[in-house]
């Protein structure tokens, strides 16, 4: 058998064994929205590693019938805890209404997944898959059409007007071999304002999509610490559209992890939209296997629109981090302001960073800039804190924040960002040699 042949087979005997382990939900509203995703997903097959956009991150671990365990991590660090907000808790992918608020907010209306889709009709229904559905072109995204299939639980939210406080979706694993797949939906309507928390471990292996449907003149922040268990596999896939003078904010933050990869994919499609994306991950290869991918696609197929995507990462102990990012300029999408920067700061000869930076401009009177750069701790600037009486562990932790910094401003609300720096520094604090 050619090898063409064979890995053809590979990917369709896989495939099979995937949808085989799995017991896939009817659904009422999402019904169609279910089929159409299953047959995608079904003519994709599952991503093999001699796929373009997955030679540098094994899915092996997406894609086999039963996940690996992974230890519990039982307690951990608050965040956000001194902002009010409305809590909504999954464990191990489980809504857990017990421990929940009550999920009434003025402008806001939130209902969960498995509840709402027992009824045939809900305002979800034209927007449930439909990001996931237009996010294959032009890189394939089987296993988000998978979870779209596949997810009995998430939320719905659709927001109205400007919410008085964040929502807040929390996370907790309580199983080692807890197997997560969440969908949540999100729509704002013109002119609302949301900011959305994600904070947690949904279980040993997740799968999480979130669609967000942004109308005009509205306004959405998301701010992703993503939890400290040390040997979880975590896919998400964030689809976004933007309507005209929208605006799209989202920050994610990883520490730690055997294998993440968060990839996000912005159609802005309305004149005057903004979406700005950005990520700071901690990776310390001490405590086992980590790798850490970002894969971020952004269209602009509007006038006057701006994006950015700033990436940073610190790595240590064979560590490994992998940035693939594309700004797509279509026709017509005159005065776009694009900008891409990926960045490692690598703290020693095991680490590794991989970066995979991408433009496409079809339109003539646009600024797009990309770059990538990987790099040691400046010496220089040690030397400077250490001769300032500054202990060199000390020095270094306030080095790598500052390397951070231009990720973590992509934080509009200063109180959110303070929290996030206290994380980070907590982090660094308990790896100090």
Same mark, same amino acid.
């Given at each position: 058998?050619?090898?063409?042949?064979?890995?053809?087979?590979?990917?369709?005997?896989?495939?099979?064994?995937?949808?085989?382990?799995?017991?896939?939900p009817?659904?009422?509203?999402?019904?169609?929205?279910?089929?159409?995703?299953?047959?995608?997903?079904?003519?994709?097959?599952?991503?093999?590693?001699?796929?373009?956009?997955?030679?540098w991150?094994?899915?092996?671990?997406?894609?086999?019938?039963?996940?690996?365990?992974?230890?519990?991590?039982r307690?951990?660090?608050?965040?956000?805890?001194?902002?009010?907000?409305? &809590?909504?808790?999954?464990?191990?992918g489980?809504?857990?209404?017990?421990?929940?608020?009550?999920?009434?907010?003025?402008?806001?209306?939130?209902?969960?997944?498995?509840?709402?889709?027992?009824?045939?009709?809900?305002?979800?229904?034209?927007?449930?898959?439909?990001?996931?559905?237009?996010?294959?072109?032009p890189?394939?995204?089987?296993?988000?059409?998978?979870?779209?299939?596949?997810?009995?639980?998430?939320?719905?939210?659709?927001?109205?007007g400007?919410?008085?406080?964040?929502?807040?979706?929390?996370?907790?694993?309580?199983?080692?071999?807890?197997?997560?797949?969440?969908?949540?939906?999100?729509?704002?309507?013109?002119?609302?304002?949301?900011?959305?928390?994600?904070?947690?471990?949904?279980?040993?292996?997740?799968?999480?999509?979130?669609?967000v449907?942004?109308?005009?003149?509205?306004?959405?922040?998301?701010?992703?610490?993503?939890?400290?268990?040390?040997?979880?596999?975590l896919?998400?896939?964030?689809?976004? &559209?933007?309507?005209?003078?929208?605006?799209?904010?989202?920050?994610?933050?990883?520490?730690?992890?055997?294998?993440?990869?968060?990839?996000?994919?912005?159609?802005?499609a309305g004149?005057?939209?903004?979406?700005?994306?950005?990520?700071?991950?901690?990776?310390?290869?001490?405590?086992?296997?980590?790798?850490h991918?970002d894969?971020?696609?952004?269209?602009?197929?509007?006038?006057?629109?701006?994006?950015?995507?700033?990436?940073?990462?610190?790595?240590?102990?064979?560590?490994?981090?992998?940035?693939?990012?594309?700004?797509?300029?279509?026709?017509?999408?005159?005065?776009t302001?694009g900008?891409?920067?990926s960045?490692?700061?690598?703290?020693?000869?095991?680490?590794?960073?991989l970066?995979?930076?991408?433009?496409?401009?079809?339109?003539?009177?646009?600024?797009?800039?990309?770059?990538?750069?990987?790099?040691?701790?400046?010496?220089?600037a040690?030397?400077?804190?250490?001769?300032?009486?500054?202990?060199?562990?000390?020095?270094?932790?306030?080095?790598?924040?500052?390397?951070?910094?231009?990720?973590?401003?992509?934080?509009?609300d200063?109180?959110?960002?303070?929290?996030?720096?206290?994380?980070?520094?907590?982090?660094?604090?308990?790896r100090?040699?």
């Amino acid at each position: 058998m050619a090898a063409g042949q064979s890995n053809l087979a590979a990917r369709a005997q896989t495939t099979d064994a995937r949808l085989a382990g799995m017991t896939l939900p009817r659904g009422a509203f999402t019904r169609n929205a279910r089929r159409e995703a299953l047959q995608r997903f079904t003519k994709m097959g599952v991503p093999m590693r001699r796929d373009e956009y997955w030679r540098w991150s094994d899915p092996a671990a997406f894609v086999t019938v039963s996940p690996g365990a992974a230890a519990a991590f039982r307690v951990d660090m608050p965040i956000f805890s001194d902002r009010e907000k409305l &809590r909504l808790i999954f464990t191990d992918g489980v809504f857990d209404a017990e421990n929940s608020d009550d999920p009434t907010l003025a402008g806001v209306e939130i209902a969960r997944l498995s509840e709402a889709d027992e009824a045939d009709i809900h305002w979800a229904k034209p927007y449930y898959g439909a990001l996931e559905a237009a996010g294959h072109v032009p890189v394939a995204r089987p296993l988000a059409a998978l979870n779209t299939a596949a997810a009995r639980e998430g939320v719905l939210i659709r927001v109205t007007g400007k919410a008085d406080r964040p929502v807040h979706i929390s996370y907790r694993q309580a199983s080692e071999t807890s197997d997560v797949t969440l969908h949540h939906c999100i729509r704002l309507e013109e002119g609302a304002e949301l900011t959305l928390l994600e904070t947690g471990t949904p279980g040993a292996r997740a799968n999480v999509v979130m669609e967000v449907d942004v109308a005009e003149n509205a306004r959405f922040h998301h701010i992703r610490p993503q939890g400290r268990a040390l040997e979880r596999s975590l896919l998400t896939h964030l689809f976004t &559209r933007l309507a005209g003078g929208a605006l799209f904010k989202s920050f994610t933050l990883t520490a730690n992890g055997r294998l993440t990869r968060n990839e996000a994919v912005i159609d802005i499609a309305g004149d005057g939209a903004t979406a700005h994306i950005a990520g700071a991950t901690l990776g310390d290869g001490a405590d086992g296997d980590f790798h850490h991918d970002d894969m971020v696609f952004i269209t602009h197929d509007a006038v006057g629109c701006e994006s950015r995507q700033v990436f940073k990462k610190v790595l240590k102990n064979g560590a490994q981090g992998v940035f693939q990012g594309k700004i797509l300029v279509k026709p017509g999408a005159q005065k776009t302001d694009g900008y891409q920067i990926s960045q490692a700061l690598l703290l020693d000869d095991d680490s590794q960073f991989l970066a995979k930076p991408e433009l496409e401009i079809y339109a003539d009177d646009v600024i797009c800039s990309h770059g990538s750069t990987t790099g040691a701790i400046d010496e220089t600037a040690l030397f400077y804190l250490r001769s300032r009486g500054i202990p060199r562990e000390d020095a270094t932790a306030l080095l790598i924040v500052s390397f951070l910094a231009d990720a973590i401003a992509e934080i509009e609300d200063e109180v959110l960002a303070a929290d996030v720096v206290a994380r980070l520094e907590s982090w660094l604090a308990r790896r100090k040699k």
